[in-house]
């Protein structure tokens, strides 16, 4: 193991140390009031204990948890806690230093003024503010900054120069903040000591422990201030709505601490964003699913189904039924989910409704809105008409009668076009029109070319087609093509005829071929 890793180990363990001797020292004096909670950290206390020191830039620990939680594993079906992949994701290194300040920043013991003069005299000063609040400026005097904001206190310090020098000019900035220790506690991955500055937010701390762990809450979690009182956070506030959290500002001695995880209930299906998510107790299905950032499109609303662990002994289905979307609303709205339900929003029935289909000799077939009163010749219009070719005589309507069921009506395109309304049937859901051309239903002549060519194989007869022709489509003869004799084989009058054939003659390769006709050219001996 690595000394760095074996000295972090060794901090942790004297923190807890610690920790745990002041704890068993002073909670046990602790009044029973969850609300008025004392401090067991003085000063001096706190100047004793060791601290995780921020330095311009704090090494976040990437200790993360491996695997599913108990949690995870208890509600099952692969959903994952919500929330806490947000500090598994921060970046290692967190910059602190560098976070503007405001006018509005207190000063207190432990700041640092920085004072440009320039004009008739230059100087720069570096002042920290003592532990009773002030500052000496050389030449002009205390000024009392503690507990005035940054703005007032340049004010103040600016005047304070005039009054004494004439002829200069002043500028003044803060340059190292005061720190102070603060406690993260409970159940994060590293719990400790961090010293902190006023800059610092709750969240910012909990990202230095390395954040919750995942049997600790997201909802409940509480800044414990040195005077007793409490603030409780819910980071879903912002993880869900997005939403800034209250401003909370830390002081030394404040105690961060992370309470074991409350309620759980997990959502998968046609949700937006399936998870499993911390409830505080009185959430309704439809609270849950907004958690989830709402249904799909594609959620089916007539049921949703609740595993439900009864007395922990046996899990039970529930299957909530709505008859419409506003019975959904309102019986989600009434419906409340429990610690451990697993709730499946289910997909609509995958089948598309409302459209007509043509396919075929057409130049846009495809899938049509079915509109209304829509016949067939309305169908072939919106698929922008009959390619040159189409068979006239009879196109097909394939109409749905049940499911796996359809019934053959034969429509006379030909007559159709003439004006027939007999044949521009009404068209009906899931309808299909098939048009064809005329080479998928008149037999298309063909000759055939086998033996030493390049491309043996069978090939359509074109008006005026020759030998010459169907041996140049062919790829041409191979080198070992005997080319003085090859064989034709042709039908006429029922009979088949052989016809030997010269092709080293011009005349022979010039003669018109006919439907049917084999062509078969010899390899050499």
């Known amino acids: 193991m690595a000394k760095s890793a074996i000295k972090a180990i060794g901090n942790i363990i004297k923190v807890w140390l610690f920790t745990l001797l002041i704890f068993n020292g002073s909670f046990a004096q602790m009044p029973s009031t969850t609300n008025s909670i004392a401090s067991p950290f003085s000063k001096d206390t706190l100047e004793a204990l060791p601290t995780q020191q921020l330095k311009e830039e704090a090494e976040v620990p990437i200790t993360e948890e491996v695997g599913p939680s108990t949690i995870e594993l208890s509600i099952g079906h692969n959903l ?15 910059t602190f230093q560098n976070i503007p300040v405001s006018e509005d920043y ?137 939403e800034p959290l209250p401003s909370i500002t830390l002081d ?31 959430e309704t299905l439809l609270d849950l699913i907004e958690l989830a950032g709402g249904l799909t499109p594609s959620a089916f609303i007539y049921r949703v189904q609740v595993e439900r662990i009864i007395q922990n002994e046996r899990i039970v289905i529930l299957d909530i039924e709505f008859s419409n979307y506003e019975d959904f609303n309102r019986k989600a709205r009434k419906f409340h989910v429990m610690d451990g339900d697993f709730v499946n929003i289910f997909q609509i029935i995958p089948k598309r409704w409302n459209y007509v289909t043509i396919e075929g000799n057409v130049h846009k077939p495809g899938d049509y809105q079915l509109k209304e009163g829509w016949r067939v010749l309305d169908l072939i219009q919106a698929a922008f008409g009959l390619k040159k070719g189409t068979y006239l005589d009879n ?58 060519v390049f491309k043996p194989g069978t090939y359509r007869l074109l008006e005026n087609m020759r030998l010459r022709d169907l041996i140049f489509m062919a790829g041409n003869l191979k080198p070992e093509a005997e080319s003085t004799y090859a064989e034709l084989y042709r039908t006429s009058g029922g009979r088949l005829n052989i016809i030997p054939l010269d092709l080293s003659s011009k005349e022979i390769l010039d003669m018109p071929l006919m439907r049917n006709d084999i062509v078969h050219v010899r390899y050499k001996p």
């Open 252 to 282: 030394g001695g404040d105690i961060v601490f992370v309470p074991p995880i409350g309620d759980v209930v997990g959502i998968t299906g046609m949700v937006k964003r399936p998870a499993i998510y911390e409830i505080k107790g009185n």
């Open 80 to 94: 994952k806690q919500f929330g806490y992949e947000v500090f598994a994701r921060m970046p290692k290194v967190l």
């Open 106 to 242: 207190v000063l207190g013991p432990g700041d640092n003024l920085i004072i440009y003069i320039w004009g008739k005299l230059n100087r720069t000063l570096s002042l920290v503010v003592d532990r009773d609040g002030k500052i000496v400026l050389p030449d002009a005097g205390i000024v009392y900054v503690w507990g005035k904001s940054y703005g007032e206190a340049k004010r103040l310090i600016t005047e304070r120069l005039l009054a004494q020098y004439s002829g200069i000019s002043v500028e003044v900035s803060l340059g190292a903040l005061r720190t102070f220790p603060v406690y993260v506690m409970g159940e994060v991955l590293l719990p400790g000591i961090y010293r902190i500055t006023p800059l610092i937010n709750p969240i910012q701390v909990l990202s230095l422990a390395g954040g919750p762990k995942k049997t600790g809450s997201l909802r409940k979690i509480k800044i414990i201030k040195s005077n007793g009182k409490e603030i409780i956070f819910d980071l879903y506030t912002l993880l869900v709505r997005g």
């Open 395 to 452: 196109a097909e309507l394939l109409r749905y009668t049940g499911e796996g069921r359809r019934k053959l009506i034969s429509i006379n395109l030909r007559k159709l076009l003439e004006g027939d309304s007999t044949q521009n049937i009404k068209l009906e859901e899931w309808d299909i029109l098939r048009i064809y051309s005329e080479n998928e239903v008149i037999p298309v002549d063909s000759v055939t070319i086998m033996g030493a």
